[in-house]
């Protein structure tokens, strides 16, 4: 469960980003959007958050990428980000896609695909549950949670590898689905992260945080499968890590919501190496 | 002080909305929004914001139970809430309405009032001067705090008790209005609930936090004033829980606010049982 | 490096808000609004997030000061700004303007220009390069940071001090420029405060917080550059004993968060007089 040459790119990645602090343009949700700039800020990165129409294009030319985050979506913000995608495609700047609540409503999952189709992404990330219904494969969306019937055991991975595969090649992007098993692919190969722990769920925003992230890792590298299993294993790792001393402090979800974004502030390339679990098929 | 059996039922539902996880549709403030959600979180409820008028209705079926929360309203968010509302007792979902700063503004009593007529509510919980001001009551709401002139002391309780007993009739839902007391009625029945801190108001949401517990609560029974009592008493307990582990960790404000989230995802029916403090008039 | 009468001053500013409690009215982004809610709620103060149009000259008729900042400026926000800051000159209400991202681009640098073309304001605070963009010279704006050729070091502190100064002058306002040395001037006095520490800008928001403490200590008195001076090494002094109890504690960026919020609201009188450093040129 070790490929260590991807290991140590993660560590190069993971130290390299606090060095060329890259600004990462968001437009993202009301919901979560603290927590998304405080951890690409703990990641060693630069968070700018603007939404008007009238300024995304030019704030966009400034940034080393762009992270979408439909949490929140209105009328007024989804050609926001059309506006600000098309403008980060033409000047190569990546674009990451969090397609929260996907499948939920029309509207999300429309959304989703108008951008899809307007827009080339570098990255979309998505729980089980937003990625099927964005990829048009029967899911259970219910609010921005996965599913009960979506969750992946470790016998429904080789289903999810084939859902991951299948949808990058078809959107010509990486696509990265977290769960308790994470599974990112390019098309081509497909990597299962085995880190993270159960608690992420039990606060709010760990996925865009996650997404965030993965912007933040895009911003220094074209490798965007590089910078998506960098982002999805410091969340797994900051999640374990987390979660070990919010058991120590006897303390619950307030108390783990505030030592994830340590972690990531705190984590090192040892770290990565020592306690990354990750796979290639 | 004790109502044996209200109490007994109140750990039931605690314990209930762990295993049921009910959705918990919101339309709320981006100032408190996260805390909001998170409480949800740590209740065992599961939260979604959603806005937008050509998402609202579709979100709200797949919901339990809808907040409305008027703390940062304006013109866009209104007309979704209308909406939803609509829906929702459309479907039978009890809807929940916070109406923060009522009294405050022409614009935040007006649109009370109009939720009011067009939508049955489950439960309004606001504190004294907002209730006042919404049940056309002599108020002195200044900003979105009780005023020094509205704050009851014990003499007045039996004011208050008139105050929500009345207006519980005149909107035929169950009326919470908390403060240093806690008065909660169903028109007929008037419980005072002694739990909490002054601490509490040294934070900003707790009022916001308080009605989206008892969103959760009421996405799981009919019994909204079970509900209600539900919310408001969880929400003392934590903060009495919070204030002693802030105060043993010469903690300020900051450490209050992580503190009350581990209080309510920690708390226990033994907590409930042995230190919820109700009693019925 | 000590200016006596200042500094005792500075303390009796801190005290009297506790006993005042004003309420400080702000239009502001969704991004840190949680933080500066908080943060004025730890001065002593009592915070009012509201942005609609209809609501917001009743609103700022209440309060005691109005903090105007445009970190997720939009079309209808701005437009809310203008009326709300308009009424708070008719009223004599003192104005704080943070101009977020100034330079970044054109929508910000105009909208700042045309608040304070329509606006009379107390305070403008803002970091080196959104108060030079502001003004007219030459800045390096990237995003919401302060940009790495803008940084003022011991050397351009002379160079900082003419700008503050000028922009003094020209916009009839206290300027504070935030930075490692933050330089405060009324156009005739400038004042230097060397409090503070690098970590306050490793999270989102502690410009925005200054700038609504900055607003907190205008709501109870008419010496706008006291409560300038107050505003900054409030937060300098603050984020010093964060880090302080960050380090003793192993934590990262999470837990200097909530050290920063408590250090506010446990921040005594004796506190400033002994760690306040400020002086004057």
Known sequence: MKDSN??????????????????????????????????VLASGASPIMADDLAEVEEMVTMASALVLNIGTL?????????????????????????????????????????LLENIKLAVMRGNVSEIKAVGGFEATTKGVDVSQQDLLNSKDLDYGRKIVQ???????????????????????????????????????????????????????????????????????LAGEKAYQQTWEA?????????????AVSLLTGEDIKVRGRIGAE
């Open 6 to 39: 991807i290991v140590k790119n993660i560590c190069t990645l993971t130290v390299l980003v606090r060095e060329k602090k890259p600004l990462i343009h968001h437009l993202t949700n009301y919901v979560t959007v603290n927590d998304c700039a405080n951890i």
């Open 74 to 114: 209105n009328q007024r913000t989804v050609e926001s980000m059309m506006a600000a995608g098309k403008k980060a495609n033409e000047l190569g700047i990546p674009v990451v896609l969090d397609p929260v609540g996907a499948g939920a409503t029309v509207l999300r999952t429309s959304t989703c695909r108008l």
């Open 166 to 236: 299948t949808l990058s090649k078809k959107f010509g992007c990486i696509v990265a689905m977290t769960g308790e098993v994470d599974l990112i692919s390019d098309g081509t190969k497909t990597y299962s992260i085995y880190n993270g722990h159960p608690m992420l769920s039990s606060i709010t925003g760990t996925g865009c945080m996650c997404s965030s992230l993965i912007g933040a890792y895009c911003g220094i590298t074209s490798d965007y499968l590089l910078a998506a299993l960098s982002g999805v294993m410091v969340m797994g």
């Open 250 to 262: 006897n303390g619950g979800n307030g108390t783990f919501r505030i030592k994830l974004i340590d």
